[in-house]
């Protein structure tokens, strides 16, 4: 069984930091890229960085690039996203997001909350 399970989120005032987790099982996680996404009120989910499998490489939307750092632990199966000076325009649902490469294997997780409000 699938799994993809997101933790760490919360409410945080403006400037400051959260680190969200996603623990993977039932899969490969070691084949898989991983991505957060995230969905705000009355919008539609953003991508907002992504890590290849053996984290060699990422790719952060122009909205968080100094802010946010994504990173990975295939010995644990785990994905991080440590957010820093956030604003309260990062509030929103954040997705963890499993893809294997050339293929149409896609997973999500459930989604966590981050709030960012004084």
């Known amino acids: 069984q699938v799994q993809l399970v997101e933790s760490g989120g919360g409410l945080v005032q403006p400037g400051g930091s959260l680190r969200l987790s996603c623990a993977a099982s039932?899969?490969?996680?070691?084949?898989?890229?991983m991505s957060w996404y995230r969905q705000a009120p009355g919008k539609e989910r953003e991508l907002v960085v992504t890590i290849t499998s053996y984290g060699d490489s990422t790719n952060y939307a122009d909205s968080v690039k100094g802010r946010f750092t994504i990173s990975r632990d295939n010995a644990k199966n785990t994905v991080f996203l440590q957010m820093n000076s956030l604003k309260p325009e990062d509030t929103a649902l954040y997705y963890c997001?499993?893809?294997?490469?050339?293929?149409?294997?896609?997973?999500w997780g459930q989604g966590i909350q981050v709030t960012v409000s004084s």
């Open positions: 039932g899969f490969t996680f070691s084949s898989y890229a």
């Open positions: 997001h499993a893809r294997r490469p050339w293929s149409p294997t896609v997973y």
